[in-house]
Every structure is written in structure tokens, then in C-alpha cells.
């Protein structure tokens, strides 16, 4: 890899994992086709069955495109230790048509895991605003880091994939003291981080323009994929004042077009290229009706990262 690659993903256009959350209903080559005009050479693979199952259908869908799989976001509810076996068993499903189209070993795609989010009420109901209350306990942390590595190690051994947990608001590890307890608590040879800069921003409860480069720099060691979202700061101002749950700040637009919110983008690839990160940055942009077009929001928010030299 000699490059920083620019990807996006299913849900900037409508295809959510929430019910309830899905926009208008379009294929999958309408999207992948429009992904493709827009700009982008990657794409995620989105809910199970929204792309083709069949290995060698999807393979000929993506090298049609020259498009590259990044990676595939699988949520477990990984506080219950009664629903890892199932868990494991949906994330090498999905592992499995990961590797299946992966390109190359410097292109192989991750496994992006994650808590059941938007499930506990409590959590969802304040998201974007979580206080050390509402965390896990010792032995429900003992349970969710047991979880992870377990499925990770499983995707690693029969796959060969990596496995990147991805923070989330409304999920159990939100905050940067929930990343910092979960990364602690798990093998840095086995499990690295999808660092999404719009949860993250809104996950640490304030809009300071600093928390993202804060948390590029804490948990640096352990990044290996890149969310590039947005956090438009009224929105998330007047969801944390009012107690809008998570839900709600999405339906008005909390996650915004790049360059609209509050989050340092020139930070964030300035210090990526600090780094000597070579990796993929996937775009996402929540977009839902009434929010215009999803072809061309992924069309400017490419140009804007044309304008940071991506």
C-alpha cells in the first residue's frame, strides 16, 4: 500500500443497520455505480443481503467497478456472553464473502465489529451525553472484551482477516474512556481500531474542534481503518440540551456533510500523514429523506477531500 485510499459506504446512501432508519430503497449497483461516479475506489459491504451473498457474483460486481472491499460492520451484542457463539458465528459468515474478494494481502478487507447499538434504551436515550453511571460493569466489561477477542480470534484463524471494533454512539463503548477501558483490556496483535472522527466527536460530549486529534492521539497505536464522518455542532448542542435520544439527533442531521460540522478534518489528515497511515479512510454520511440527494452529498464531500490532498 503506498497510498491513502477513499472509500464510502452503503449507509451515505440511506442503507442503515437500524429499522426503522432506511431511506428510499435503492439497489446495490445503482449505489456501487454511484459511488464509482462520485469518486471513490472502496466501498463497505453494508447489511448482510443488501449486496450479493454469492462470492464470485459479488467478485465480478466490484472488479467491474475496479472497486476494492474495505471492510463489513457486524454488531453484537457483546455484553451477553449467551449470544458470542451466535455472534462468532455471523461474523465468519461475513468474514468468510470478505475474503473470498479480497484482492490482494495488502488489501485484504477488516471485519468491523461492533456492540449492538442502539438496543439498551438508556444508552440510546443519551447518546452523545453518556456519564460514568450508565457504563458497564467489571464483570460486563469482563464479558464484552471476552466477546470481542473471541470473535476476532475466530475471523483471524479461519479467514485470515482482521478485526476493527468500531466505538458508537448509543452503544456500550462511546465515550474516550469506554475506547481507552476496551482497548486496554484486549490484544493489540488481535484486535485494532476503526477511529470514526463523528461518533467520536459526539461521543465525547463536547464540540471541541481538539477531541478528535485528543483521541488520534491516544488510541494511535492501535488505528488501523478510518471512518471520516461529521458532527454539526448546533444539532448536537440542542440533542444534548433537549435529551434528544440517538435516533432523533440523526433524523436532523447531526452527522453532517464533511466540512459542515465541527470536526478538524485538516487536523486529522495532517496527522495521518504524521503517521505514514496508508490505509483506507471510508467516508459515511447518515443520509435519510429530506436530506437530498445521497449521489451528490458523496459527491461533495469527495471534493472536499480533494481540497485536503486526498
Known amino acids: 500500500m503506498n497510498q491513502i485510499r477513499i472509500g464510502n459506504a452503503p449507509c451515505s446512501w440511506g442503507k442503515l443497520e437500524f429499522e426503522g432508519m ?14 464509482v461516479e462520485t469518486g471513490y475506489t472502496g466501498t463497505e459491504l453494508g447489511d448482510w443481503g443488501f449486496m450479493p451473498t454469492d462470492p464470485s457474483i459479488l467478485d465480478l460486481e466490484l472488479r467491474n467497478r475496479n472497486l476494492t472491499m474495505s471492510g463489513a460492520f457486524v454488531p453484537v451484542a457483546l455484553k451477553y456472553p449467551d449470544v458470542h457463539k451466535e455472534g462468532e458465528s455471523n461474523a465468519l459468515k461475513v468474514a468468510h464473502l470478505l ?17 449492538e447499538n442502539g438496543s439498551d434504551p ?26 470481542v477477542e473471541r470473535i476476532a480470534h475466530a475471523v483471524l484463524m479461519e479467514t485470515g482477516l482482521l478485526t476493527v471494533f468500531h466505538h458508537h454512539c448509543a452503544g456500550y463503548v462511546e465515550t474516550p474512556d469506554e475506547i481507552g477501558r476496551l482497548m486496554d483490556m484486549t490484544d493489540p496483535g488481535l484486535l485494532g481500531l476503526v ?7 459526539y461521543g465525547s460530549g463536547t ?5 478528535v486529534l485528543k483521541g488520534l492521539n491516544r488510541f494511535g497505536d492501535r488505528i488501523w481503518y478510518m471512518h471520516f464522518k461529521d458532527c454539526q455542532p448546533e444539532i ?11 435516533f432523533k439527533a440523526i433524523e436532523h442531521g ?4 464533511l466540512g459542515k460540522g465541527c470536526v478538524d478534518f485538516l487536523s486529522v489528515v495532517s496527522w ?4 505514514g497511515y496508508h490505509g483506507w479512510i471510508c467516508v459515511e454520511q447518515d443520509v435519510l429523506p429530506g436530506m437530498g440527494s445521497p449521489r451528490e452529498s458523496a459527491s461533495r464531500n469527495r471534493k472536499y477531500l480533494s481540497i485536503l490532498d486526498l
Not at 432506511?22 to 459511488?35: D, P, R
Not at 438508556?122 to 456519564?131: E, F, Y
Not at 447531526?254 to 456533510?257: D, L, R, S, T
Open 207 to 211: 464540540n471541541d474542534p481538539q477531541n
Open 236 to 246: 448536537a448542542s440542542k440533542a444534548r440540551c433537549e435529551g434528544w435520544e440517538y
Open 254 to 257: 447531526v452527522f453532517c456533510e
Open 99 to 115: 475474503a473470498s474478494v479480497s484482492k490482494t494481502d495488502d488489501e485484504k478487507p477488516f471485519l468491523v465489529l461492533s456492540d
Open 195 to 201: 477511529f470514526d472522527t463523528g461518533h467520536y466527536m
Open 272 to 275: 495521518l500523514q504524521s503517521k
Open 122 to 147: 438508556v444508552r440510546t436515550q443519551n447518546a452523545g451525553r453518556i456519564s460514568s453511571e450508565m457504563a458497564m460493569n467489571n464483570e460486563e466489561w469482563f464479558a464484552f472484551s471476552h466477546g
Open 22 to 35: 432506511k431511506a428510499e430503497q435503492i439497489g446495490y449497483q445503482q449505489m456501487l455505480n454511484e459511488l
